[in-house]
């Protein structure tokens, strides 16, 4: 018996869920599972990963019966925190090639950039309006000792003839960004933005459409572990002959996933709309941007005029438990909004109206995983996302339906569908040893970021940082971007 830690809604409701609940009057009466019931598929988790997972199921074979089942509402969780970023894998080539392979590798890294323009169009197709704007990312240094941080990308592309980034002056960077600050970057034209939450909520939508049974408000208790699976609820049960757990930094308190991932929190805050101050800064044409830390910033624009900011890399969870610091915490929420004034100074006066924070589930390569739980073939995950899921959990719902499907297909053969690859140390080292790590990380960003570099022993520890964090000791700011999606 598979025993699952309590899914506690959030309380502070992020900016995007807002703007979803106002589109969406009725949207906090979603059906709970009552009585016992059947399925051929039962998917436990209403996020990215979950609802892609199940459209796609439906999208191979249209007569499987298909169950969701969500703790809280489709998209209130990690789906509706996260920045909206949707971006590519080839930031991250030459470690894929590393672990997978050139040809998986590259494989991989299209499909990664085919899945940013499948979304699009799948919106577009289903009139889901999730303010989609396909509008590049900036890859941006902060401070002259980060810049060319990204060179070691943009040379594995290079040699393999993949032309995705431009290099960009100093000046044009700035002018860009709106904000002096950045001193240096590059440009990636295939990444977009949107607004998640109404993507999570439309995702729902068309997934009822197809037939796919989806119940809220049903958090899940536990899991038996017979061989047709029993899914049970608070006030149902479902007997399901495939059970898919999509459930994000929440399976880290599995015992058998426990080591495979820590769960970390991005925090973000959002200005008022003031478009024609937004305009005034020069930062009119919609990228999604980054810095070079480790514990990235990432920053984007809104529909209205907004920046919406956010930061990774904050508290961690010890054991793999999701406590409520995960929802918001006003110190953080704090040095994000400084941040964001550090950047921007022009728009010191624009009030903070949002603040919200969200949950990673960090793997130690920053890539995702997929497996059978225990090595039991009728129960199935995806996990390690990173922070950098909206855009990888379209990829993630072919991998997932065609191993529930038992299919042999270049998806449930992918490495990627083998379980991790590598583990933190087991806890209390993972939690302790995290916490000095974080420390001597934002103690050496904070110096870099006076154009110092740090001591020794800070510059050693920080060293330790997840793999998947770092590529020849240069960051590799693509984790937590897209903050916390499930």
């Not at 431009?166 to 709106?178: D, I, K």
């Not at 994000?336 to 100074?345: E, G, I, K, N, S």
């Not at 497996?371 to 719902?397: C, D, E, K, Q, W």
């Not at 154009?451 to 020849?472: D, I, Y």
């Amino acid at each position: 018996m598979i025993r699952f830690q309590p899914v506690r809604p959030g309380a502070n409701r992020s900016l995007w869920w807002e703007e979803a609940l106002d589109s969406e009057p009725d949207a906090e009466r979603g059906q709970p599972l009552a009585g016992s019931q059947r399925a051929e598929v039962c998917i436990i988790g209403g996020g990215y990963t979950g609802l892609w997972t199940a459209l796609r199921i439906k999208e191979l074979d249209r007569t499987v019966d298909v169950a969701v089942l969500e703790a809280d509402l489709c998209g209130s969780g990690a789906s509706g925190r996260n920045g909206g970023f949707t971006l590519s894998w080839w930031p991250k080539l030459e470690r894929l090639i590393a672990r997978y392979g050139e040809e998986e590798a590259l494989r991989l890294g299209h499909a990664a950039e085919q899945s940013i323009s499948a979304i699009g169009a799948f919106c577009e197709r289903h009139g889901i309006d999730a303010h989609y704007r396909q509008a590049g990312w900036l890859w941006t240094a902060t401070t002259p000792l980060h810049a060319g941080n990204w060179e070691h990308a943009i040379r594995a592309c290079e040699r393999r003839g993949i032309d995705v980034f431009q290099r960009l002056t100093p000046a044009a960077v700035a002018a860009r960004t709106g904000s002096s600050a950045h001193v240096a970057g590059v440009w990636e034209r295939g990444p977009a933005t949107v607004q998640p939450a109404l993507l999570a909520r439309g995702l729902r939508r068309v997934a009822l459409e197809q037939g796919i049974r989806v119940f809220e408000h049903s958090p899940v208790l536990r899991l038996d572990e017979s061989p047709r699976p029993v899914v049970r609820s608070l006030h149902g049960s479902i007997a399901a002959e495939k059970v898919i757990l999509a459930i994000n930094a929440w399976a880290a308190s599995l015992p058998e996933l426990r080591r495979t991932m820590i769960p970390v929190s991005s925090d973000m805050v959002a200005t008022a709309p003031r478009p024609e101050r937004l305009a005034s800064t020069g930062w009119t044409g919609g990228e999604c941007i980054t810095d070079s830390r480790l514990m990235v910033a990432y920053y984007r624009t809104t529909r209205d005029g907004r920046i919406a900011f956010g930061r990774g890399s904050g508290a961690l969870g010890g054991r793999g438990r999701v406590s409520r610091t995960f929802d918001h915490d006003p110190d953080r929420a704090a040095s994000v909004a400084a941040d964001l004034r550090r950047l921007y100074p022009m728009l010191a006066d624009v009030p903070i109206t949002h603040t919200w924070s969200g949950v990673v589930d960090r793997s130690e390569t920053g890539t995702p995983f997929f497996g059978r739980l225990g090595g039991n073939p009728s129960i199935l995950y995806g996990v390690g996302f990173s922070g950098n899921g909206v855009g990888p959990t379209h990829m993630a719902g072919s991998i997932l339906a065609s191993s529930a499907l038992d299919r042999r297909d270049e998806w449930s053969e992918t490495p990627l569908n083998r379980g991790p690859e590598s583990l933190f140390p087991p806890d209390p080292v993972r939690y302790y040893g995290g916490l000095l790590v974080r420390a001597a990380v934002k103690r050496k960003e904070e110096t870099e970021e006076r154009g110092q570099h740090a001591g020794p022993f800070t510059r050693a520890v920080a060293t330790l940082a997840p793999s998947g964090m770092r590529k020849g000791g240069k960051p590799l700011p693509t984790e937590t971007a897209g903050t916390t999606a499930d």
